[in-house]
């Protein structure tokens, strides 16, 4: 029988289990020790593993990101931890020129296990440096994977997955997410978990049309299905998990069944992960099946205010989901 466990703690819990099972895995980040990471996503990890397994760093992206791929390189497998998302563009050398490369520039041989997790999104009135969504620029990149867990069990398994992998991965963790709760099952060890990363999963199977979206938004379109309902609108959802790579495959068929589409993101719509997903219908015999025009709910094209409702009018709500999905069933 699941537990009920908060998204966080989900997430300390395979670190933890990673930790346990192989002495190869280590933590590095900025405060993740003594201080337990800016969100206390790893408290109580330096005390059980030491400063060798769960390590401080200076206050240098670039330098925790380059230590990392050296580590990966050599036989190690290092989970690092930048404090927000945001602060991963001071580390895009080591990550999109190293990490993401070696493995083929070196013809096979090198393989580069690792795992950078870190808190996205918006919503906490943390401005526009703290609070993008940047997950389009990762996954635009050729060699590295992108997952965005929704849920508290996801929060887990996801991560699991991601270290699992030979190659780097980078886990972006909503910041709104980490005081949500849900069921939790532990696995018993890393192994369990052999799902690969890019499988999506449809959370409300439906009728009349298919909502896609991940990460925060994925819960939000759940919620507006339930609304929708009561209007007599069945409404499929499709949690992507993954962006890179995007599972086409079940969002395909799902449109086969409803013949509509709509697709939500945090992330400002202009060159964002929707426009993928809605690429990969119409590049296949899944178009002939839309009965109207594909509709996109995404955040606005302005960098995160940090007033309260300006912010609140930025991000995609629930309401707008609704509203968008109401006007693809009149068209």
């Known amino acids: 029988m699941p537990e009920t466990s908060t998204y966080a703690a989900a997430v300390r819990a395979a670190l933890d289990l990673l930790l346990r099972h192989d002495d190869r895995v280590f933590l590095a980040g900025e405060d993740i020790g003594v201080y337990g990471g800016a969100f206390g996503v790893t408290?109580?990890?330096?005390?059980?593993?030491?400063?060798?397994?769960?390590?401080?760093?200076?206050?240098?992206?670039?330098?925790?990101?380059?230590?990392?791929?050296?580590a990966a390189?050599?036989?190690?497998?290092?989970?690092?931890?930048?404090?927000?998302?945001d602060f991963v563009v001071n580390a895009m050398d080591p990550i999109v020129n190293q990490a993401a490369k070696l493995h083929f520039m070196y013809g096979g041989k090198v393989e580069v296990p690792l795992v950078l997790r870190a808190p996205g999104g918006g919503g906490t009135g943390a401005a526009a440096q703290h609070s993008q969504s940047l997950e389009a620029w990762f996954a635009h990149v050729?060699?590295?994977?992108?997952?965005?867990?929704?849920?508290?069990?996801?929060?887990?398994?996801?991560?699991?997955?991601?270290?699992?992998?030979?190659?780097?991965?980078?886990?972006?963790?909503?910041?709104?997410?980490?005081?949500?709760e849900g069921p939790f099952t532990l696995p018993a060890s890393p192994n369990e978990v052999t799902e690969p990363l890019g499988r999506a999963r449809v959370t409300r199977p439906g009728?009349?049309?298919?909502?896609?979206?991940?990460?925060?938004?994925?819960?939000?379109?759940?919620?507006?299905?339930?609304?929708?309902?009561?209007?007599?609108?069945?409404?499929?959802?499709?949690?992507?998990?993954?962006v890179r790579p995007i599972d086409h495959d079940t969002v395909r068929a799902s449109v086969t069944k409803t013949g509509r589409l709509l697709v939500t993101h945090e992330a400002?719509?202009?060159?964002?992960?929707?426009?993928?997903?809605?690429?990969?219908?119409?590049?296949?015999?899944?178009?002939?099946?839309?009965?109207?025009?594909?509709?996109?709910?995404?955040?606005?094209?302005?960098?995160?205010?940090?007033?309260?409702?300006?912010?609140?009018?930025?991000?995609p709500q629930v309401d707008d989901v609704v509203a968008a999905a109401e006007r693809l069933m009149k068209a």
Not at 49 to 56: E, L, N, Q
Not at 73 to 85: C, H, V, Y
Not at 146 to 170: E, F, H, K, R
Not at 226 to 231: D, K, M, N, S
């Open 43 to 70: 408290d109580g990890l330096l005390a059980s593993y030491g400063a060798d397994r769960v390590r401080d760093t200076p206050i240098s992206e670039d330098a925790i990101a380059g230590m990392a791929v050296g």
């Open 73 to 85: 390189i050599t036989g190690l497998r290092p989970i690092i931890e930048m404090q927000f998302s």
């Open 142 to 180: 050729p060699g590295l994977k992108v997952a965005l867990p929704s849920t508290v069990q996801d929060a887990c398994d996801l991560l699991l997955a991601a270290a699992a992998d030979p190659n780097p991965v980078i886990v972006l963790e909503h910041k709104l997410l980490y005081k949500t």
């Open 207 to 242: 009728t009349d049309l298919t909502i896609v979206g991940y990460s925060i938004m994925a819960a939000r379109a759940l919620e507006a299905a339930e609304l929708l309902a009561q209007q007599g609108i069945d409404a499929a959802v499709i949690d992507l998990r993954s």
């Open 268 to 315: 400002p719509q202009s060159a964002g992960v929707g426009a993928e997903v809605i690429t990969g219908v119409v590049e296949s015999d899944a178009l002939d099946y839309l009965l109207a025009p594909v509709e996109r709910v995404c955040g606005l094209e302005v960098p995160m205010p940090y007033a309260r409702e300006l912010e609140r009018s930025v991000i």
